[in-house]
């Protein structure tokens, strides 16, 4: 988010890369992982930098040939130290013949793609009060930031909702994988003995619901109630608008400097329709089981 706000919200930044480089976005947690030529292409790439142990993170910004040289890398915030490492790497780089990668099988564990005949719900999420005020510019990208995250739903549900129902399953990875504040990093997800409450219907194409949520210490919780609509035509759902809106606390170990005691907080979901390159991401609470995510 601090990137995105930043670093590429930079107009000469995003003209740079849009004319002398090819921008790759990826989830390093997969692909330092998988073993298929599209990993074994990363890991050239990421072993000749200064993170290459790659039972790690391996996180940062990477520049290389389409041949995998390296040529630089950044992990520090902020336009102007990235400037200086593209114009670096502009200035080492030499054109040179690449031969063409064969992809081969891909690993299907770190290749996860939508549930055939599912859907895909796009999912942003916003802390709407309760931060002191800051002259940081950083704290404040923070404070304002929208998270983005998607909702996987499996063709069985697809099909109940269609009918006016709303599956338990679907009701359960709403709460444990979505209803989290994800505005300043990537949150930890609630256990299913975290969920305290859960009512969700739908009822004539109306959803409502109520549910809370808190960790056994009860230092992190969310109390939330649930709107939203869905509605299908010709076997399919056309619509799935959700808000769900309430007070939350506490925060996570990648988490931190969220407002004090409890704040409000409001997750939205909308059906995406394709048209972005996002809705292709696997929903982060899938990361590596994606069996235990959609089930």
Do not use: C
Not at 210 to 226: C, E, H, I
Request: aromatic share 10%; proline share 6%.
């Amino acid at each position: 988010m601090l990137d995105r706000a930043s670093t590429f919200a930079d107009p000469e930044i995003i003209k740079l890369l849009q004319t002398r480089f090819v921008p790759v976005a990826i989830d390093q947690a997969y692909q330092r992982r998988q073993q298929d030529a599209e990993g074994e292409f990363y890991r050239k790439i990421a072993g000749q930098g200064p993170r290459n142990n790659f039972k790690g993170t391996t996180q940062g910004l990477y520049v290389a040939t389409a041949a995998g040289k390296f040529l630089a890398f950044n992990n520090n915030r902020g336009p102007e130290r990235v400037m200086r490492v593209l114009k670096k790497a502009l200035a080492d780089f030499r054109p040179t013949d690449a031969a063409a990668i064969e992809r081969g099988k891909p690993d299907a564990r770190y290749s996860p793609s939508p549930p055939e005949g599912g859907l895909v719900v796009r999912v942003r999420a916003k802390v709407l009060g309760g931060y002191e005020d800051t002259a940081d510019p950083w704290k404040r990208i923070f404070q304002t930031a929208i998270s983005r995250d998607n909702l996987w739903i499996s063709k069985s549900e697809h099909e109940a909702l269609v009918r006016g129902e709303l599956p338990k399953s679907l009701q359960v990875r709403i709460a444990r994988f979505h209803l989290v504040d994800n505005t300043r990093g990537e949150p930890p997800m609630w256990k299913e003995s975290e969920i305290r409450g859960l009512d969700m219907s739908l009822k004539d194409g109306k959803l409502r619901g109520t549910v809370q949520l808190k960790t056994a210490s009860g230092k992190r919780g969310f109390d939330a109630q649930l709107f939203g609509v869905v509605e299908s035509k010709a076997g399919k759902v056309t619509r799935f608008d959700l808000v769900a809106k309430g007070q939350f606390w506490g925060s996570g170990r990648y988490t931190g400097g969220a407002p004090k005691g409890k704040f409000p907080l409001a997750v939205s979901f909308t059906l995406a329709d394709g048209s972005d390159t996002a809705d292709k991401i696997p929903p982060q609470g899938s990361r590596g089981w994606v069996r235990g995510y959609v089930r």
